[in-house]
Antibody, heavy 122, light 107 residues
Framework: QAQLVESGGGVVPPGGSLSLSCAAS????????MHWVRQAPGKGLEWVAF????????YYADSVKGRFTISRDNSKNTLYLQMNSLRPEDTAVYYC???????????????WGRGTLVTVSS | SYELTQPPSVSVSPGQTASVTCSGH??????TSWYQQKPGQSPVIVIY???KRPSGIPERFSGSNSGNTATLTISGTQAMDEADYYC??????????FGGGTKVTVL
């Protein structure tokens, strides 16, 4: 059974930076694409970023492009999200999510973490 | 950019059928997934590739997709099905897209 545990959330002022981590277990992390998805308080789901199993293909939502960086360390079974130039509208619970299929991504999510809350406020 | 539209809310009586729609341009040409999210919990996939149920998802959940509309159907709705439901697709230009979500209330 796959498990994903996010960490690194907290309160940060506008313009600040924060780094999130997602520790994966229960599956062969290095063979699956991973995603970050966020949810603002009381709002819907918003996809943030994608990284292929080997890190060689990366996509971002327009709302975070140029400010956020997704990366992974397959030797540590860990996914990361570096967030810079944070804005109040980035306030959300950030989930990491596992892509369903090995190697060739299905772009749908079969396991989600419990999320970590990021609050951007002065 | 590609967009998916869902009704904000759907109400259903226990034991009846709930239908949640998701609309998008030529949506029938894409595979649609559906996620259930209960308050304070992470989303759970209930339908993928339009009409397939992951293991452990009750048979009362089904899906269809044609034209510009995908539909999640919950037959014999139970109180435990009360939740927010999100449709989701992959688009070659917008990448991963979620609908705005539909709150299903079991009255």
């Amino acid at each position: 059974q796959a498990q994903l545990v996010e960490s690194g959330g907290g309160v940060v002022p506008p313009g600040g930076s924060l780094s999130l981590s997602c520790a994966a277990s229960g599956f062969t992390f290095s063979r699956y694409a991973m995603h970050w998805v966020r949810q603002a308080p009381g709002k819907g789901l918003e996809w943030v970023a994608f990284i292929r199993y080997d890190g060689n293909s990366i996509y971002y939502a327009d709302s975070v492009k140029g400010r956020f960086t997704i990366s992974r360390d397959n030797s540590k079974n860990t996914l990361y999200l570096q967030m810079n130039s944070l804005r109040p509208e980035d306030t959300a619970v950030y989930y990491c999510a596992k892509d369903r299929d090995e190697l060739v991504p299905a772009h749908l999510f079969d396991y989600w973490g419990r999320g970590t809350l990021v609050t951007v406020s002065s | 950019s590609y967009e998916l539209t869902q009704p904000p809310s759907v109400s259903v009586s226990p034991g009846q059928t709930a239908s949640v729609t998701c609309s998008g341009h030529k949506l029938g040409d894409k595979y649609t997934s559906w996620y259930q999210q209960k308050p304070g919990q992470s989303p759970v996939i209930v339908i993928y590739e339009d009409n397939k149920r992951p293991s452990g998802i009750p048979e009362r959940f089904s899906g269809s997709n044609s034209g510009n509309t995908a539909t999640l159907t919950i037959s014999g709705t139970q109180a435990m099905d009360e939740a927010d439901y999100y449709c989701q697709v992959w688009d070659s230009r917008t990448y991963v897209v979620f609908g705005g979500g539909t709150k299903v209330t079991v009255l």
